[in-house]
């Protein structure tokens, strides 16, 4: 049985609790003799500027590179609200995508049959639910130069970023959306704003353009992001794969999150480009953050890191049996009215942390001898 070499990143707060779970169903998959891991810790985040003076190490930074693939926690909080801009915990993060090459972010929100009530939106609106939203990861105006807060006339300041695109920064990350799209439902809906802005109008044109040469099978919709925002409150199942920005897919992932009715269900992946060995760079994420209102309560919901896990299984180590293994004790699970306190409905007793955990693995127990 091959190895795989996993660089686990646990972060701050809730991070390391929810983690624990997901490296509970590791060694589940391990005591088995399905899949060995070869697990590596470090710290990133807060954790690691408290302990280092720096968000993100050169060491940790060269484990990922070395690793066939991240699992990555939660991190950030008010703890380090004071702290110089470039040495915040979310520096350490966005520095690390930038280091390993993750130009395209997979959020997929699905709508789980057990939790549609969960949900703001009525029923009808969002049963059977499954987009994915691909958003590009490092470049845009989180990346763009120049940048800063300089002091001008009368003593004010002016803040100022630049949010700019490549035709090959564009093309890249279209290609990903189609891909995808051809193995789902054959649509994507790219979101720009090209009516006030170049970069949208440039995104907009490559876009279309690798379309019409490359994937003339995909239906193609563009959109503006506040009418994309308004059509995913209005009318969510209208969509199948998003393509858009670094900006515009940081809050469109969160405002389709929110429909699966918690932010505590959703996982991420974030992907290179496959090198000359096959091997493509990758870190998966919960979509949540570190939620230090609730840190060492045992009632964080663990399911985004442990589908995060799954993701891992699928897009980086060719295990989709082993995925679509944690999928379904998931849904086992939430079948039977197993929920933490955020998706928790009054039926029975809310579990912890640790329980939800616990109780998944007792569902691969049953798939796994079926």
């Known amino acids: 049985m091959i190895s795989k070499n996993i660089l686990v990143l646990p972060g701050d707060f809730v991070g390391p609790e929810v983690m624990s779970e997901a490296l509970k169903v590791m060694d589940w998959f391990s005591s088995r003799g399905l899949i ?134 564009i093309v890249r990350i279209a290609r990903v959306a189609y891909d995808l799209a051809a193995k789902r439902g054959n649509k ?32 193609l919709e563009h959109m503006f992001v506040d009418n994309c925002s308004m059509q995913l409150v209005k009318s969510p199942k209208q969509f199948d794969v998003i393509l858009t920005d670094n900006l515009f ?40 953050g570190s939620a230090p209102d609730i840190a060492g309560k045992n009632i964080a919901n663990p399911i985004a890191q442990i589908l995060s896990l799954a993701m891992m299984l699928k897009y980086s180590l060719n295990h989709d049996k082993e995925a679509d293994l944690i999928d379904d004790a998931v849904q086992l699970v939430l079948s039977e009215n197993i929920r933490t306190i955020d998706i928790f409905e009054g039926v029975g007793n809310p579990v912890g942390t640790s329980e939800m955990g616990d109780a998944i693995i007792s569902k691969l127990e049953i798939i796994a001898a079926n």
């Open 36 to 169: 060995h891991f070869e697990i590596e810790k470090g710290l990133v985040g807060g954790s690691s500027y408290d302990q280092f003076g720096t968000p993100l190490t050169e060491e940790v930074i060269n484990l990922a590179n070395k690793s066939d693939a991240v699992l990555f926690g939660s991190i950030g909080g008010p703890k380090w609200h004071d702290v110089n801009y470039d040495l915040r915990p979310e520096k350490g993060l966005l520095n690390l995508r930038q280091s390993m090459g993750l130009f395209a972010n997979l959020r997929p929100a699905i709508v789980f049959d057990a939790l549609v009530d969960a949900s703001s939106l009525k029923p009808d609106l969002v049963h059977g639910l499954d987009i994915m939203i691909v958003r590009e990861l490092i470049g845009g105006i989180y990346f763009g130069e120049p940048r800063g807060i300089k002091k001008i006339k009368d003593n004010k300041r002016v803040g100022f970023n630049t949010q700019s695109y490549s035709t090959e920064e």
């Open 188 to 219: 994507v809906c790219s979101v720009d704003k090209a009516n006030v802005m170049e970069s949208g109008v440039l995104w907009r044109e490559e876009v279309s353009k690798l379309r019409d040469e490359y994937y003339s099978n995909i239906e």
């Open 249 to 288: 897919g940081d809050i469109l992932s969160d405002l389709a999150a929110m429909l699966t009715g918690s932010l505590g269900m959703l996982p991420s992946a974030s992907l290179g480009s496959k090198s000359q060995d096959g091997k493509i760079p990758s870190l998966y994420e919960p979509v949540h």
